[in-house]
């Protein structure tokens, strides 16, 4: 029904940039909160950046003032721009959106299938 789809991940030298795009479709009445989560190997997976319907952002204290989330509201659609990038920023990172479906019923989570980030010299 809802599916959110992701891009943008890749290969990147210490100190470089990445954006990720994630974009949700399908019958959707409203995105509460959208953002991302990463997942390095060993490791729990944590909030990396969000933002609500009201424009509120929140980010991991290991990420302010490097990476910046934003959203495109007509296409249901949320980026972060990573700068400054790191050897421990390397992780699965996954879109996350708490969403209500159209037809009504209760906004629950959705995660995309996650797209690999890798920072290296």
């Known amino acids: 029904q809802v599916r959110l789809e992701e891009s943008g991940g890749g290969l990147v030298q210490p100190g470089g940039s990445l954006r990720l795009s994630c974009a949700a479709s399908?019958?959707?009445?409203?995105?509460?909160?959208m953002g991302w989560y990463r997942q390095a190997p060993g490791k729990q997976r944590e909030l990396v950046a969000a933002?609500?319907?009201?424009?509120?952002?929140n980010y991991l204290d290991s990420v302010k003032g490097r990476f910046t989330i934003s959203r495109n509201n007509a296409k249901n659609t949320v980026y972060v721009q990573m700068n400054s990038l790191q050897a421990e920023d390397t992780a699965v990172y996954y879109c996350?959106?708490?969403?209500?479906?159209?037809?009504?019923?209760?906004?629950?989570?959705?995660w995309g299938q996650g797209t690999q980030v890798t920072v290296s010299s």
């Open positions: 933002v609500t319907i009201g424009g509120s952002t």
């Open positions: 996350n959106a708490y969403i209500s479906a159209k037809l009504g019923g209760r906004a629950q989570d959705y």
């Open positions: 399908g019958s959707i009445f409203a995105i509460y909160r």
